[in-house]
């Protein structure tokens, strides 16, 4: 259940929100901002970046780059080449490094966008360097080392293969080595070690001085994770992924839909299509204007269910509420395209259409919406859709 109660978006930021809007996604860049701030006293002498890919999980790269920037965030990671074409855009002396690397093929284009690739295989490393002789220029490129995740990187063997026919590298001007961890939420995971000690192995054999290893969960395992540069992007956006003690990042993102209307239902019938959830008592609900085309799961309404001849296949994990005049109000019935129904039976003062509902917020974190809804606040973040209407806060700086 949420404890803390406060639902007041701020009276400022409503009077922005048009009175047509069925919802409004409020993102703080000034909170984005600080919160880089306090990642990069939290790990200097090492390098804070900011890693943007997916429009900035989801709030906006076109806004969130510039804000960073303003701050002082010199070094930003995307993972495809439209992303790093915009970012190069938005922060034009920034280094910008694209972490799916070079599509076989798209090393002109890459080239041409003066971005770093970050290369994780013997096929990327050899275009680019062809690219770099063709050129007569030492191309700048990253190197991902994989040491266990086994998603993108270089094995150990390859590695070896490379460095004993060094010319590929020597045509490279390799600006950082990187690695990334699978299990750094945990900090008591014996992964952490285990991959901390194969990069200091094969780092060491890659021409970079620069180093990197930890996002937004890894730095927070401490120092020895942190080398040159660290990586995060979730924690900027507030999410604490660290399950091992509380990310010195505040909150960024909240989220509001609208009660459109207030309806009674009598007990014995039922709302929602497949009509999945009938009251016990008269109860009054509230329809309001969110639905899975603005980014909340389906997913969310399961908890709810107890009109469905079998169970659940997917149960979730937690009920899930919305927060409304500083209470709570289940979700109830399934959540549809543009519409979710809350029981306010028992709230006092009872809402009204056009009362804002709160989905993100205050009281419900991102995590806490991730678990209802089946998935993580990652999750939750790039799936916030575009129609409602978004206000972003501040500038950054
Ligand atoms: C996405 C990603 C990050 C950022 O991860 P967060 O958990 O959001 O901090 C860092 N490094 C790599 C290689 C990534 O793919």
Avoid at 25 to 45: E, F, T
Wanted: glycine share 8%.
């Amino acid at each position: 259940m949420i404890s803390t109660v406060h639902n007041d978006p701020g009276q400022a930021l409503l009077e922005r929100v048009p009175t047509h809007a069925t919802g409004v996604v409020i993102v703080n860049l000034d909170r984005i901002a600080s919160n880089w701030k306090a990642l990069s006293d939290l790990v200097r002498p090492a390098e804070c970046a900011a890693v943007v890919k997916a429009d900035a999980y989801g709030l906006g790269a076109e806004h969130v780059i510039p804000a960073l920037s303003a701050a002082g965030c010199a070094t930003f990671f995307v993972a495809t080449l439209d992303e790093a074409i915009q970012a190069r855009t938005l922060a034009p002396s920034a280094s910008i490094y694209m972490l799916d690397g070079i599509v076989k093929g798209a090393g002109e284009a890459v080239r041409e966008a003066r971005v770093i690739p970050v290369l994780s295989s013997l096929p990327e490393i050899e275009e680019w360097s062809a690219l770099s002789q063709t050129r007569n220029d030492r191309l700048e490129s990253a190197l991902h080392v994989d040491t266990g995740l086994n998603r993108l990187g270089l094995a150990a063997s390859e590695i070896q293969s490379l460095v004993t026919g060094q010319h590929l590298l020597d045509r490279l001007d390799v600006t950082l080595v990187l690695s990334h961890l699978a299990c750094a939420d945990d900090p008591g995971h014996p992964k952490n070690a285990l991959q901390r000690d194969i990069f200091n192995q094969l780092a060491p054999l890659l021409p970079s001085t620069a180093r990197s290893l930890a996002a937004s969960d890894g730095l927070m395992l401490g120092k020895p994770f942190h080398y040159d540069l660290v990586r995060p992007g979730y924690a900027l956006y507030g999410g604490q992924a660290f399950a091992g003690g509380t990310t010195p990042v505040e909150p960024v993102v909240a989220v509001y839909g609208k009660i459109l209307q207030i309806r009674d239902v009598a007990p014995g019938q039922t709302v929602g299509y497949s009509a999945t959830w009938t009251p016990q008592d008269a109860s009054r609900i509230a329809v309001v204007g969110a639905g899975y085309a603005d980014g909340l799961f389906r997913h969310l309404s399961r908890a709810s269910e107890n009109k469905v001849a079998s169970p659940p296949a997917i149960p979730s994990p937690t009920p899930a509420y919305v927060a409304i005049n500083g209470q709570t109000a289940p979700i109830v019935g399934r959540v549809s395209m543009d519409l979710l129904t809350i029981d306010v039976t028992n709230l006092q003062p009872a809402p009204e259409p056009g009362d804002l509902v709160e989905l993100i917020g205050p009281n419900l974190s991102i995590e806490a919406l991730g678990a209802a809804s089946g998935t993580i606040g990652y999750e939750v973040l790039t799936n916030l859709r575009h129609r409602f209407h978004r206000v972003y806060v501040g500038a950054g700086g």
